[in-house]
């Protein structure tokens, strides 16, 4: 499976709720995102077979060991990001939103050097 930037927002949305709330159901999901309950049932269905997340029989949604990698990182992404927007005086709803839509297309090598250069202010 090709993680691409929609799947990249479910899994990150799956870990930001765990964190929040400590348990996550497609509904949270679904509510999170602003889409359907029905996109996410086909997405997590998805998910399960390519081994990126379990749901228990009450229909709680946790994140494998190879979903978790995933969104931890487009999680860093998120938060590094959004510092450094914030560093730059964009106001923290906009550097938010921004790093949602960057997260997903900066290169690595862009993303190290940010990171690294946060890292020493």
């Known amino acids: 499976m ?3 930037e929609s799947a990249e927002n479910y899994l990150e949305a799956i870990l930001s709720i765990k964190k929040a709330k400590g348990s996550v159901r497609s ?3 679904a509510n999170d ?7 996410v049932s086909v997405a997590m ?4 077979e390519e081994g990126y997340v379990t749901v228990d029989k009450n229909g709680f949604l946790d994140l494998t ?6 969104a931890n ?6 938060l590094i990001i959004a510092k450094a927007l914030m560093a730059l005086g964009v106001n923290e709803q906009t550097a938010y939103e921004d790093s949602c839509r960057i997260e997903h297309c900066i290169s690595e090598e ?3 050097r940010l990171k690294e250069f946060l890292s020493k202010q």
């Open 73 to 78: 990182k487009v999680y860093e992404r998120h």
């Open 45 to 48: 269905k998805n998910f399960r």
């Open 27 to 29: 509904i949270d999901v």
């Open 2 to 4: 090709i993680i691409k």
């Open 65 to 70: 060991e190879k979903g978790l990698a995933i």
């Open 33 to 39: 995102l602003g889409v359907s309950k029905p996109s």
């Open 110 to 112: 862009s993303f190290d």
